[in-house]
């Protein structure tokens, strides 16, 4: 097949907890978490620009979030499961630290037993996912990849840590791609610094600091993370990889019809969309209803955005997200 064919989403879908039950039986609002920690409705507003997020059910897995958003998404392409030929599970939060999720996914779909493999990239993964599905569809190793960005970080909050259990949510999107006759996946940036992978990180469950009553105790099974500095490092990085996704197809801030970014904080997409040179209005934003979801969060947003009629045939796009390792991605895509 040909080396320069082009590849596009054909479908998405996106999967959202409505009643929890991990925490309060609700989506959980800023007045819920005035009651939990030290915190105001006010202030997370203020300062992240989130009202509510939503919490998984207790009995409710990452891949049953990720299953959910995954069949929506092959209805939209009008695909069956026995369609795909890969499955990329984008997760910070997996099931368990194997089988991956996305083997998980593949049966309770019902696909074929095709390539399955979980990306952990915090929340880049939505974009690198898209990347690698690209790459294998473009040389035409396969023809129809599911990459699915699915998170329950509820699941790895410290509910007694104010500086972070407001942040963070619940969450699935998918994304069906194959390929197509125009447009399609103009452009693909990808990063990582692992010297700063201090900034945002889960210290205990794996090799390094194994389970212990201790490590419960000293709550190490939580999201530890420094968000002033992330803060710092997020507006810098997601203004250059836009930089380093657009150039090269020589397009300017201008020509982009929107940007769907990762929704880690509104204060930070302000400053992302000023350093752009971009009028916040190009900006896509959800992070009001629910809040910083990792991976989860741009594929929701681009779900969201379409359904809303925010994205027409033709239109250029860019994806554009920053999270824990840390990691970066952006790629323009032709509606
Ligand atoms: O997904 C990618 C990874 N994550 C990020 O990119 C997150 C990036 N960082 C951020 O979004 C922001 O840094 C935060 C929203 C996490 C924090 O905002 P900030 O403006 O950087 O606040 P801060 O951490 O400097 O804290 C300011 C004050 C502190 O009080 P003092 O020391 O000034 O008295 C905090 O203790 O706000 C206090 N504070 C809170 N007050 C009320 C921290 N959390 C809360 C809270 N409610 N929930």
Redesign the pocket.
């Known amino acids: 097949m040909s080396e320069d064919r082009k590849v596009g989403i054909l479908g998405l879908g996106s999967y959202l907890p409505e009643l929890g039950s991990y925490l309060p039986e609700k989506i959980l609002t800023n007045k819920d978490?005035e009651k939990m920690?030290?915190?105001?409705d006010d202030?997370?507003m203020e300062?992240?620009g989130i009202k509510e997020r939503r919490i998984a059910r207790a009995d409710e897995a990452t891949s049953d979030m990720a299953t959910e958003a995954a069949k929506r998404a092959l209805a939209d392409a009008k695909l069956k499961p026995e369609d795909l030929d890969l499955i990329i599970v984008a997760t910070i939060t997996p099931d368990m630290f194997f089988p991956a999720t996305a083997c998980l996914v593949q049966q309770k779909i019902g696909a074929r037993q095709v390539p399955a493999f979980d990306i952990s990239v915090?929340?880049s993964g939505f974009i690198y996912g898209i990347a690698i599905a690209n790459q294998f569809i473009k040389s035409g190793t396969y023809k129809h990849a599911l990459v699915v960005a699915a998170e329950k970080l509820s699941a790895v909050t410290d509910w007694q840590d104010?500086?972070?259990?407001?942040?963070f949510g619940d969450g699935a999107g998918a994304a069906v791609l194959g390929p197509v006759e125009k447009g399609g996946i103009l452009s693909v940036y990808l990063g990582a610094d692992g010297r700063q992978g201090e900034l945002?990180k889960m210290p205990a469950g794996g090799s390094r600091i194994p389970a212990t009553h201790k490590s419960v105790d000293e709550r190490l099974h939580f999201i530890k993370?420094n968000?002033?500095e992330?803060?710092r490092h997020?507006v810098k990085i997601m203004a250059d990889a836009a930089l380093q996704a657009t150039q090269p197809l020589g397009l300017k801030a201008e020509d982009l019809s929107l940007v769907i970014p990762?929704q880690?904080?509104i204060?930070?997409l302000n400053a992302v969309a000023k350093r752009m040179g971009l009028s916040t209005d190009k900006i896509y934003l959800n992070i009001s209803k629910y809040g910083?979801m990792?991976a989860a969060s741009s594929a929701v947003a681009l779900v969201e955005a379409v359904k809303e009629g925010r994205i027409k045939k033709g239109d250029k796009i860019l994806l554009d997200a920053?999270?824990?390792g840390l990691t970066w991605g952006a790629m323009v895509i032709e509606w």
Do not use: Q
Not at 37 to 40: A, S
Not at 162 to 167: E, N
């Open positions: 978490l920690v030290d915190t105001t202030w997370i300062r992240t915090a929340c104010r500086s972070t259990c407001v942040l945002i993370m968000g002033t992330l803060f997020a990762h880690a904080n204060r930070i910083n990792s920053f999270g824990g």
